[in-house]
C-alpha cells in the first residue's frame, strides 16, 4: 500500500532525557533528509548539525536513513537522535510539519507497517502488548507474539483447514471421481487433527490473555485495621489518606505497585462495616464490586482485637484467594511471621513502625498470572473468540462428514478457515483496525 503523506513524530516518551528521537516515514523522507542532512548512506549513521529557519544550530545529532522496502514501515524512513530537551525535538517537529510532514496519528507507524505486509495484525498488537507489559514473564510473551509463534500456529492451522477443503471441494467438482468411505475416514482423522490443534491454540490464547491482564489486589478489612497504611507502606508513597477516624476511605484508592519484573494493581478500598451515610455505603459498595474481580484480597486484621466470626464468614464467602494480614503487632507484641490459619495464609506485621511487610512483598513477588510463561504468547480477546468461532465450525463440520454432507463441510470448513485468516489480518475493517492503532503512543 503506498500512502501520499509523509508523517512525523516524537517516538520518546515526554519530558527529558539523554537522548530523543524523530521517526519519519512517507515518500518525501528522502527528500527532506537530502535537504537538511545531505547525503546519508542507507543504515549508516550520520553526525550532523540540526538548523532551524534562520540557520541557528537547534542541536547535534545522529541521523539514519532507511530504503524502502528494509525499514520498519516498509517506507522511506528516517531516524533523528537528538538530545532528549522537549523543545528541541518539538522545535524541529514543527519545523517538518511545517512545509514536509504532517504530525503521526498513534500508531500510524506500526499501522503502515501491517498495511505494507511487514507486518501481521497480530504482531502488530504484540508491539503495543510489548511497550504495555506489567510483567517481565508478559514481556517475554509479547516478543514471541512479535517474533511471530502465535502467528505461525495459525498459518499452519490456516494451511491444513484449506487443504481439506480443497481436496472435499474437488469432489465436489469432479463427481465422476466416486468418493469412497476410505476418503470420509481420512477427512474425519484430518478434521481430528486440527481440530485438536484448534483446541491447544485455544487454551494458549488464554493463558496468553491473561498474562496480558495486570494482576489486581485488593486490600480489604474494617474500618482503622490499617488498610490504608499498609497499602502506603506496600507503595512507598502517601498515596492514601491516613486517620483514626472511622470511613475516612470512601473511594478505591487505585495504585500501580512494582513488585520485582511484575507491576500489579493494588486497590485500597474502603472499610467494611454497617453504616447510614450513603456516600459510606457506596463507598463499601464499590470496595466489594471491584474485590470480585481481583486476583487476591489482602484481608487486614487489627492484631489487638483479633479475627472474629464475621471475619471469617466474609473470607469463606469469596471464591477468590485470601491472605490475612494481622497488622500492628507492634501492639501486641507479637514476632514478624507467616503461615497458615484455617486454611488461609497470613503474615504477622506492622505497617507503622515497619515490621514484617518486606516477607509479604516476597509473597506477593510469587505470584504469576498463568503457570504456562515459558510457552505462552500474548493474545486478545478478539482472537480467543475468533478461535472459538473456527472450532465450532470444525465441529459442524465433523458431523457433516458423518452424514457424507460434501457441501455443508466444505462451507464451514471454508468459515473456520476465515476465522482464523481474520486473526491475521485477513479481512479486516477499517473499525477495527482504529480501535487497534488508536491505543498506539503517538511515534510507534
Given at each position: 500500500m503506498k500512502n501520499e503523506d509523509t508523517i512525523v513524530a516524537i517516538s520518546t516518551a515526554n519530558g527529558k532525557s539523554a537522548v530523543g528521537i524523530i521517526r519519519v516515514s512517507g515518500p518525501k523522507t528522502n527528500a527532506i533528509s537530502e535537504l537538511f542532512f545531505g547525503k546519508v548512506k542507507p543504515r549508516y549513521a550520520k553526525y550532523v548539525k540540526i538548523r532551524d529557519e534562520n540557520n541557528h544550530i537547534i542541536d547535534d545529532a545522529i541521523v539514519i536513513r532507511y530504503a524502502a522496502p528494509s525499514s520498519y514501515t516498509g517506507e522511506d524512513m528516517l531516524e533523528i537522535q537528538m538530545h532528549g530537551n522537549p523543545v528541541l525535538l518539538e522545535k524541529f517537529q514543527d519545523i517538518l510539519c511545517e512545509k514536509y510532514c504532517r504530525l503521526a496519528k498513534p500508531g500510524e507507524f506500526t499501522e503502515r507497517a501491517y498495511l505494507n505486509n511487514k507486518i501481521d495484525l497480530v504482531q502488530a498488537e504484540a508491539v503495543i502488548d510489548l511497550i504495555n507489559s506489567s510483567s517481565y514473564d508478559a514481556s517475554l510473551a509479547a516478543q514471541r507474539s512479535l517474533q511471530g509463534k502465535f502467528s505461525k500456529n495459525l498459518m499452519e492451522i490456516a494451511d491444513e483447514i484449506l487443504n481439506i477443503r480443497t481436496s472435499l471441494e474437488s469432489s465436489i467438482n469432479f463427481p465422476e471421481d466416486d468418493i469412497d468411505e476410505t476418503s470420509f475416514e481420512k477427512h474425519k482423522n484430518d478434521l481430528d487433527q486440527v481440530t485438536k490443534k484448534v483446541k491447544y491454540l485455544i487454551e494458549n490464547a488464554k493463558h496468553g490473555l491473561k498474562l496480558n491482564s495486570q494482576i489486581k489486589i485488593s486490600i480489604l478489612g474494617k474500618p482503622n485495621v490499617g488498610k490504608s497504611t499498609l497499602s502506603n507502606c506496600l507503595?512507598?508513597?502517601?498515596?492514601?489518606?491516613?486517620?483514626?477516624?472511622?470511613?475516612?476511605?470512601?473511594?478505591i484508592v487505585k495504585n500501580d505497585l512494582n513488585l520485582g519484573d511484575n507491576v500489579v494493581t493494588l486497590f485500597d478500598t474502603a472499610g467494611l462495616r454497617k453504616t447510614d451515610d450513603d456516600i459510606e455505603i457506596k463507598g463499601i459498595d464499590l470496595s466489594l464490586k471491584t474485590s470480585e474481580q481481583s486476583d487476591l484480597i489482602l484481608y487486614v486484621i487489627d492484631d489487638a482485637f483479633g479475627i472474629d466470626s464475621i471475619d471469617m464468614q466474609f473470607l469463606k464467602s469469596k471464591k477468590i484467594?485470601?491472605?490475612?494480614?494481622?497488622?500492628?503487632?507492634?501492639?501486641t507484641e507479637k514476632n514478624a511471621e507467616t503461615g497458615t490459619y484455617e486454611g488461609y495464609k497470613y503474615f504477622n506485621l506492622s505497617a507503622d513502625p515497619v515490621s514484617g511487610v518486606e516477607t509479604l512483598k516476597l509473597e506477593l513477588m510469587s505470584i504469576r498470572n498463568t503457570g504456562h510463561e515459558k510457552s505462552a504468547t500474548l493474545a486478545r480477546e478478539r482472537h480467543v473468540e475468533s478461535l472459538k468461532a473456527s472450532l465450532k465450525n470444525l465441529y459442524n463440520a465433523s458431523k457433516y462428514n458423518d452424514n457424507q454432507q460434501l457441501d455443508l463441510i466444505a462451507e464451514e470448513l471454508r468459515r473456520s478457515h476465515l476465522h482464523i485468516k481474520d486473526i491475521l489480518g485477513g479481512d479486516v475493517d477499517e473499525e477495527l483496525l482504529d480501535k487497534i492503532f488508536s491505543n498506539f503512543c503517538i511515534g510507534k
Open positions: 507503595l512507598g508513597e502517601q498515596a492514601s489518606i491516613v486517620s483514626e477516624t472511622p470511613g475516612t476511605t470512601r473511594d484467594e485470601c491472605w490475612i494480614i494481622f497488622n500492628k503487632i507492634d501492639k
